[in-house]
Structure formats: structure tokens, C-alpha cells
């Protein structure tokens, strides 16, 4: 396994991370004991990074996470989130002080650990100012709790925001940008991969291979056995089912299965450091594991560029990516009805 430097922060890191959102009873793997068996597969392999958060299963992933850990925890960059509901509590969410203080030691307990290598703000938070989460976050770096901190789905607008606040306060700056980026999800490479390499941030992309659209388990006029299709409408897009159709015949054609091809690609991009994997099973893991020397060509690569041109999103939004405020509540895109005449 090759390593790369997680953005300016001297960290090494691999360029497969370990996600564990399919750790846990809520959505994956219910079998703790197989699920430190992944992770400690995945460690013996050369992965090096592994990524959580404290919403997943409820604050169960991290709990499995802290388990397999004992005893390598030091030779492990560790990343977790916060901001996603961990309760009924209106304030036990979010990203205010308030709340990020008391998180970040339930995170703590919970992954039996010191300290967090990388704490993460899992999505903008409209409601809290910038400078109050980054102070917040700032102390915890102060007082080795936390080693760097990151950002997750933020749009560039925001990750410029945050570094001119944290410059001009004195404040820790995100070190990191979670972002969603797969062959059918290419839209950060227009602001946010530039942005974030112009401030010298590591990228860790989520969902290499597009919710499970790029494994050949969704295929055109096909039936399929994941059940998360009738969650999200953007896997029975014809557009992008239709996509799919056209990567498919690119990866027999050059004789990768689509799953090497789909994360090669991810992490082939300069400004990308990690894809993080999310295997739920020890058949998932090792078939990305095999993946791992797999180089695209420049040819391959740009023929995944005339299926789906860089910078664009193929069809339907990914719903489970942040979605600004404007694009949720039409108050905030249209003038009352009194106004919209320009006489």
C-alpha cells in the first residue's frame, strides 16, 4: 500500500480509508466479531485510515471501531463526525459549541481512545456561525483531544468562508473536505477538489462507488437485491442507469470488474488523498482489496470522460448529500407574491 499526505497536516495516509458506516445493526453488518474481522483484515493489508461517526447505528460503529482497535489504536489515523441527531434532544446536534464539546467525549468514550486524528463536521450547519464551531473545535486541538479537523459535503463557498474566518480569528482551519465523488458524481470537480487544493486540504471522498450503482448489482432492466433502491430514487435513474450501462461495457472491454475501475478512478484524481471503502462484508472487502495496484491509463480515463464529462452530476441529486438551505424551503427562493412583478 502506497501512502499520500493528508493535506498539509504531515499525516500519512493510504489512499483506500476505511469507512464503517456498514458497521452496525441500523444499516449493516449486525456481527461485531465479523465486523473486527473486516477492519482487522483491512489493517493487516496496509490500510492505515479509518473513518466513522457517531451517528452511524446510533454510536454502535464506534463502539465496533474502538474494539478492533485495542492494541493497534497508535498505528491507526483515526476519523470520526459530528452533527447528524444523536437523540430527540433538539441540541444534541448540530455544530454548536454546545453540542461539539460534549460529542467529541461521547466519541472519545465510545472509541476506547485519548484522542481523535481527525475530527470531522459531518455537514454545514446554517444555523450556527462558522467561527463559533471552528473556536469550539480550536480548543479541542488545543487540548490534544483532537489532531486536525475537516468538513464534510461543504460547498466551496463555505470552505472559503471557513478558512478567511479561521485566518482572521486565529482559529484552527479545516484541514480536510469530506465530499461524495464517484465516476456518476463529478460535480465537486468544478469549486470544491480547486478550492480545497488551494488551501492545501485533504480530500476524502464518500461513495466511490455511487451508493452501490457502480458494483454491477443495478443494472438496466435488471432486477436487483439491494434493498436501498426503493430509498433513493437517484438508483433508478434512467440516466443514470443508462451511465452505468456505458462504464459496464467500458470495464469488460479493458477487463477490470467495475468496482476496481469505479475506485481507481477516485483516487486517480489529483486532488483526491482517500476513497473511502465501505464494506459490509469480508467478500466486499477483498474484492476491493484486489483492486488495489490497479493504474487507469490515460486512454481508459478519457473515455470515462465522454461518458460522463468532468464536472458534471449524471441525473437525479444524490439526496443524501447536503443540499443548501435555498434548494430545501421555497420561502427562501421565491419573493412574497406582492413582489415578483417587475410593475
Known amino acids: 500500500m502506497q501512502y499520500r499526505n493528508l493535506g498539509r497536516t504531515g499525516i500519512k495516509v493510504s489512499p483506500y480509508a476505511l469507512g464503517a458506516m456498514m458497521f452496525g445493526a441500523s444499516i449493516g453488518n449486525t456481527d461485531h466479531d465479523d465486523s473486527i474481522r473486516i477492519i482487522h483484515k483491512a489493517l493487516d493489508a496496509g490500510i492505515n485510515f479509518i473513518d466513522t461517526a457517531d451517528a452511524y447505528s446510533g454510536g454502535e460503529s464506534e463502539r465496533i471501531v474502538g474494539k478492533a482497535l485495542q492494541g493497534r489504536r497508535d498505528d491507526v489515523v483515526l476519523a470520526t463526525k459530528v452533527h447528524l441527531p444523536m437523540g430527540d434532544d433538539p441540541n444534541r446536534r448540530g455544530n454548536s459549541r ?16 485519548d484522542y481523535i486524528d481527525l475530527y470531522q463536521i459531518h455537514r454545514p450547519d ?35 468562508e471557513a478558512q478567511w474566518v479561521a485566518e482572521r ?38 461513495s466511490p462507488l455511487a451508493k452501490g450503482m457502480l458494483t454491477g448489482r443495478i443494472r438496466k432492466g435488471r432486477p436487483t437485491d439491494l434493498h436501498r433502491v426503493a430509498m433513493f430514487t437517484s438508483l433508478s435513474d434512467k440516466r443514470r442507469l443508462d451511465a452505468v450501462e456505458q462504464i459496464a461495457a467500458l470495464a469488460d472491454e479493458v477487463g477490470l470488474p467495475m468496482t476496481h475501475l469505479a475506485v481507481a478512478f477516485a483516487i486517480a484524481h489529483p486532488g483526491v488523498t482517500s476513497a473511502i471503502i465501505g464494506p459490509r462484508t469480508m467478500e466486499h472487502l477483498d474484492d476491493l482489496l484486489a483492486g488495489a495496484e490497479v ?36 420561502t427562501l427562493r421565491r419573493r412574497p407574491g406582492h413582489e415578483r412583478a417587475a410593475a
Not at 486565529?170 to 480545497?196: C, D, H, K, M, W
Not at 481508459?300 to 464536472?311: T, Y
Request: net charge negative; proline share 7%; charged share 25%.
Open 295 to 330: 493504474r487507469l491509463t490515460d486512454e481508459i480515463l478519457d473515455r470515462i470522460d465522454q461518458i460522463v464529462p468532468p464536472g458534471t452530476d449524471v441525473g437525479a441529486p444524490d439526496r443524501s448529500a447536503y443540499l443548501p438551505p435555498a434548494l430545501q424551503q421555497s
Open 98 to 113: 454546545r453540542w461539539i464539546l460534549t460529542a467529541v467525549e461521547d466519541s472519545l468514550r465510545r472509541l476506547q481512545t
Open 169 to 206: 480569528r486565529g482559529l484552527e482551519r479545516f484541514r480536510t473536505e469530506q465530499p461524495t465523488y464517484s465516476i456518476l458524481n463529478r460535480g465537486i470537480e468544478n469549486e470544491v477538489l480547486p478550492v480545497a487544493q488551494r488551501y492545501g486540504m485533504g480530500a476524502l471522498v464518500w
Open 126 to 160: 446554517p444555523d450556527t456561525d462558522i467561527e463559533v464551531t471552528l473556536s469550539a473545535l480550536s480548543d479541542l486541538v488545543r487540548s490534544g483531544k483532537v489532531r486536525a479537523i475537516g468538513s464534510s459535503a461543504m460547498p466551496a463557498s463555505d470552505i472559503v
